[in-house]
């Protein structure tokens, strides 16, 4: 407790030194960012390895690159986005010129999860860095290979002072939460997020959750069955399905259902061979308590394809649950594995009443050819955001914000979003000396008239009474 306090004072003297608030300092720091990951790259996947089974080839393309892409498209614009901002001024306020600063928080918290966790600990962390913050860090204790090699990297590139790792269990995330930051950006479960808002309301610290949920994958009747059985076992199964914004279950018309199944099996056998368990690359779960808690899932439940496990290996396979019904347990928590549920519905609208019965999602997929379709879906459900005709791939461009609504979270990020969420945006109204408009002083003949005069724009009032 006594170190954490001693790094968060020293950040704030750091921080209330002005120097984080120059925009060419924030500009090679994340030019240091970005040469120290290519420099930690092969430490990174082999931690990554050793903790998931996360294939390089997975890595790269759900962390490494994004990381890098995120980094890349900041840096050409920061300058523009850090420019005082003029925007206009009310003619009943002529003379005064209105401008938004953005300026950082201060210190922030990011804790982060286990299952990207290169990917969710250096994405806030570039909006952190952008924006001015100084910032710790507090990986998550379930990939402990990775944590030590995030803590190595990043106190290769930065002094701590400026960014801190700081390592341990839940009791260290619980010491974390007790100190008062300036910002708090929390990644994982729903339940630990409200723990997470709980303890920052004590200090009234402003937070960004980014939490989960059940995500649902529709599919009409419309849809380019193949195709879409293809993208929605990708979207599935990348990570194992440890993925927040995995489809959760798949929700298709009846009358494509069997088809679907049949293309859902093939492209299993496709992508990941007929064994997956034998496949070297296949991502682990992350541990056996949660291993234990995804065959509870599976049991008892149609199985119609995949099923077996290997504990060793904390390995399970692509597995589709056939005859699943909304009192489920497999439909009462968040899968976070490489399960799939299947429900069928009759018509689109009864599929938007049941989702819209359940809690808010993190992510919706629509897989559908018909525009109506597409437009009735977006128009009528609430979600953090997704895909048409795709899975995941919204999280990939930095010209999205990405964030969760209701129980799925709070706050959005990525690119500009990221740079703006670690902003307090200060707005300051310049008044010119030139002259001193009169009407506001209580002091001026004929005030109200002339107030009523330019707020109402000469309209008169309506004295009538309503006879409702």
Not at 114 to 139: D, E, R, S
Not at 426 to 444: A, E, G, V
């Amino acid at each position: 407790m006594e170190n954490i306090t001693h790094i968060k004072e020293n950040q704030h003297r750091f921080f209330d030194s002005g120097k984080t608030k120059d925009i060419n300092f924030r500009l090679k720091q994340l030019d240091i960012l970005e040469n120290g990951l290519l420099k930690h790259e092969q430490a990174m996947l082999d931690a990554l390895k050793k903790d998931l089974n996360k294939s390089a080839f997975e890595a790269f393309l759900a962390e490494f690159g994004m990381i890098l892409e995120e980094i890349r498209h900041v840096k050409r614009r920061l300058k523009s986005w850090a420019r005082p901002k003029r925007v206009p001024t009310p003619f009943t306020l002529f003379g005064a010129k209105s401008r938004i600063y953005s300026e950082p928080y201060g210190v922030v918290l990011i804790i982060s999860p286990w299952n990207y966790p290169m990917y969710l600990t250096f994405g806030p962390l570039i909006g952190a860095i952008a924006a001015g913050n100084c910032a710790i860090v507090k990986p998550s204790e379930l990939v402990p290979t990775v944590s030590g090699v995030l803590h190595d990297m990043l106190a290769d590139m930065f002094p701590e002072e400026y960014v801190a790792v700081i390592e341990g269990d839940a009791e260290t995330s619980k010491a974390l939460l007790e100190e008062k930051f300036d910002y708090i950006f929390f990644t994982g479960s729903t339940q630990i997020g409200r723990s997470v808002m709980q303890q920052a309301a004590k200090h009234l610290t402003p937070v960004t959750l980014e939490l989960g949920g059940k995500s649902p994958c529709i599919v009409d009747e419309t849809a380019d069955i193949s195709l879409t059985a293809k993208r929605v076992v990708w979207g599935k199964c990348l990570n194992a399905g440890q993925t927040c914004i995995a489809p959760d279950y798949l929700y298709v018309h009846e009358s494509v259902k069997e088809k679907f199944v049949d293309e859902l099996k093939t492209n299993i056998t496709k992508l990941y061979s007929d064994d997956p368990l034998a496949n070297g690359n296949w991502p682990s779960i992350v541990n056996e308590r949660h291993f234990d808690r995804l065959l509870q899932l599976i049991e008892g439940e149609s199985v119609v394809a995949g099923g077996r496990s290997n504990r060793e290996k904390r390995s399970i396979e692509p597995t589709l649950l056939d005859h699943v019904s909304w009192e489920s347990p497999v439909m009462q928590e968040e899968i976070f594995g490489p399960i799939l549920p299947i429900l069928t519905f009759s018509s689109i609208e009864d599929a938007i009443t049941q989702v819209k019965t359940q809690a808010k999602p993190l992510a919706l997929y629509l897989f559908s050819n018909d525009k109506a379709t597409q437009d009735e879906v977006l128009r009528s459900i609430s979600f953090g955001g997704g895909c048409i005709n795709d899975t995941i791939y919204h999280i990939a461009t930095p010209h999205l914000p990405f964030g969760g609504v209701g129980d799925s979270g709070i706050g959005a990020y990525h690119g500009r979003s990221s740079f703006d969420l670690f902003s307090h945006r200060k707005s300051i109204l310049k008044q010119t000396n030139l002259f001193d408009l009169p009407f506001r002083y209580p002091t001026m003949k004929n005030g109200l008239a002339l107030m009523r005069f330019i707020f109402t724009r000469g309209k008169k009032p309506n004295n009538r009474t309503n006879p409702n």
